[in-house]
């Protein structure tokens, strides 16, 4: 019989590959979650006052990330960038596998 760890590990991996998606800057950032994280209606309107290009994963590792940082502090609920892109990305698998049919808590 496998470990607890070998049977959670299984799990994790195929609730991961469940999970697989691939989801555009704004759809990552709803609507939704701009109103209720920042003083912005969406993410185009925090880019544009941010002067950010923001339409790929390679535009966003191409910003500076203190600037970035600091733009976010100061007009978001968060941090840092990494903390608003994991809370995004978070509610994002959140949604996917509640369809999948898994119940969270």
């Given amino acids: ?16 590959e469940q999970v697989k ?4 800057i ?10 209720e994280n920042s003083k ?16 790929t994963e390679e535009d966003i590792e191409k910003i500076d990330e203190e600037q970035l940082d600091s733009f976010i502090r100061k007009n978001t609920k ?14 994002q698998v959140q949604k996917k596998l509640i369809e999948q049919g898994y119940k969270l808590a």
């Fill in 78 to 91: 968060f941090d840092s960038w990494k903390e608003m892109y994991t809370s995004a990305a978070t509610i």
């Fill in 40 to 55: 912005y209606l969406n993410i185009h309107e925090l880019q544009r006052d941010g002067n950010f290009v923001m339409d």
């Fill in 26 to 35: 704004p759809e990552l950032f709803s609507d939704d979650f701009m109103q």
């Fill in 21 to 24: 998606m691939k989801v555009s």
């Fill in 1 to 16: 019989m496998p470990s607890i760890e070998e049977q959670l590990a299984r799990i994790s991996k195929q609730i991961a």
